[in-house]
């Protein structure tokens, strides 16, 4: 508590003054944590001192909170472009990063329960620098270590504002920035170094050496490829929910599974089938496999029957069987952007929305996947697949206009479909009458065809990768696309 209170004083972010009159003061509070290794070793013992900002009246103490957060997909795809061009990845962590930002507005805060001033019990804290659990504190960090960057020579992504990259004369610095972890790496180790360098002359930073350990992902970057996984986390999960000894499974679901309401089923504890959803969406980061099961079993978190309960603990005995699966990013791909779109026709069994399923991909590194019930019932296969396409069409667009960034330019992306009427649809701008029915939004991808930024092509059903994100799949048909995604166990 201390140190803290110790480095609030280095950091010069308050100072001691009168209570103020006609304005509300916020209070604090302590909170202790743990910090963990990816062997779940505590690394340190953190007390941190937080301002208990829902006191906090929008327009009065603040008023915008907004800073950006780097998406998970662009952290795959940094992680597969240091892999192509066979660069490692360094990790470092700011301490106290939200002390480092300014604010612009007056407030005030109680002094630290346990560390008031003797002389002045009565006085509070005016704020100069943010405060962790201010509404703004977030905001004023991004825009002290955006500006710093950009004054360094960096540029900040177009698409990405997470993202800084500086170039030299054949080399290239990439920094991602995800709140106070900092990913970054070189084509040269020395521009690394001099990064850090230059980031603990500003800030306080503790240096954590080679990137192996990310918002729960456990990274192992090797002489061949890239290895990501969350092995840790799953035992972790297995323990929670007292499934660490259940009876393995060879897939996450029956192929002959179809869920419903189940309106006449027995019901079950709703808190905890949440909490079993909202784990499994947190592994499916780094475990595509289980997207579509969890999707599926997420719809019926309002009211949870026992059939729901025993369709999400089917996936946990999965998770069980496979609990060091990962994605696998050889070094020896290529760096071609190309996508699959499916979708399953009036696949839920409820209000018959179809489903669609798709997935991106940097030479035979996965980056991108997609599994999600459409808004509207389609008349028939070819508006569902229609509709996917779209949807995967504006998800390699984002691709395209992030690769720009690091300096790869692509011209056309191949986009592949296993249905030759919506291949068809999408080449010809005429309304059918068959088609006169669908949304515009819908439309925009023969815009993209026309201007040749993607192209249509087929691919027969066997070899359609995307069909794993749509339904339920029999167990040589599921283990051969999962070894096709890029899904393997480092051993």
């Known amino acids: 508590m201390q140190e803290e209170l110790n480095q609030f004083e280095r950091s010069n972010v308050w100072t001691l003054v009168d209570r103020p009159s006609n304005q509300s003061t916020i209070g604090t509070k302590w909170v202790f944590r743990n910090k963990l290794d990816e062997s779940g070793n505590i690394v340190r013992n953190k007390a941190r001192l937080v301002a208990q900002g829902y006191t906090q009246e929008e327009g009065i103490d603040f008023d915008e909170t907004y800073a950006p957060v780097a998406r998970m997909e662009a952290i795959r795809m940094l992680l597969a472009y ?3 061009h066979n660069f490692k990845l360094f990790q470092m962590d700011v301490k106290s990063a939200f002390l480092n930002g300014f ?9 630290p329960p346990g560390f008031e001033d003797s002389k002045f019990p009565n006085h509070v804290f005016k ?4 405060l962790y659990g201010l509404k703004q504190a977030p905001r004023a960090w991004y825009e002290r270590l955006s500006n710093f960057l950009i004054e360094k020579g960096f540029e900040k992504g177009k698409v990405d504002t997470t993202l800084f990259i500086k170039m030299y004369k054949n080399d290239i610095l990439v920094v991602q920035i995800y709140v106070d972890d900092i990913i970054f790496g070189s084509t040269n180790e020395c521009h690394c170094q001099e990064f850090a360098k230059l980031m603990q002359g500003e800030f306080e930073m503790s240096m954590m050496g080679e990137l ?15 290895f990501i996984n969350q092995a840790k986390y799953i035992k972790d999960m297995l323990n929670k929910f007292g499934l660490e000894n259940t009876k393995p499974q060879a897939t996450p679901m029956s192929s002959s599974t179809k869920l419903d309401k ?3 089923g027995k019901c079950v504890d709703s808190k905890l089938y949440r909490s079993m959803i909202g784990s499994l969406l947190y592994l499916t980061a780094s475990r595509p496999d289980i997207l579509f099961s969890v999707c599926l079993c997420a719809r019926f978190q309002a009211s949870p029957k026992e059939s729901h309960l025993i369709a999400v603990k089917r996936i946990f005995r999965y998770l069980r069987d496979t609990p060091c699966l990962g994605l696998w990013y050889p070094r020896v791909s290529t760096f071609n952007l190309h996508a699959y779109s499916d979708a399953d026709y009036g696949g839920c069994k409820i209000d ?3 489903t669609s399923g798709t997935c991106q991909f940097l030479g035979s590194m996965l980056i991108s996947w997609f599994s999600k019930k459409q808004n509207s019932v389609a008349l028939s296969t070819t508006e569902a697949e229609y509709i996917s396409l779209g949807s995967c069409c504006a998800q390699v667009l984002w691709m395209k206009q992030q690769l720009l960034d690091y300096g790869v330019k692509i011209e056309t992306i191949p986009l592949k479909c296993d249905n030759t009427s919506a291949i068809c649809l999408t080449k010809n701008p005429i309304q059918h009458s068959r088609t006169k029915h669908i949304e515009i939004r819908h439309h925009f991808i023969r815009d993209h065809v026309l201007k040749k930024d993607v192209v249509i ?7 359609q990768l995307a069909d794993i994100f749509t339904k339920p799949l029999d167990k040589e048909r599921f283990w051969s ?5 890029g899904l393997t166990s480092l051993s």
């Open 82 to 84: 240091a892999c192509y």
């Open 103 to 111: 604010i612009n507005e007056e407030v005030y805060v109680e002094q």
């Open 127 to 130: 704020l100069t620098k943010a």
């Open 212 to 226: 192996s350990f990310f918002l729960g992902l456990q990274i192992k970057q090797k002489k061949d490829g890239t």
């Open 262 to 264: 189940d309106e006449g």
């Open 352 to 354: 018959r929305k179809s």
């Open 457 to 463: 092509e087929y691919v027969d059903t066997l070899n």
């Open 481 to 485: 696309l999962r070894r096709e995604l």
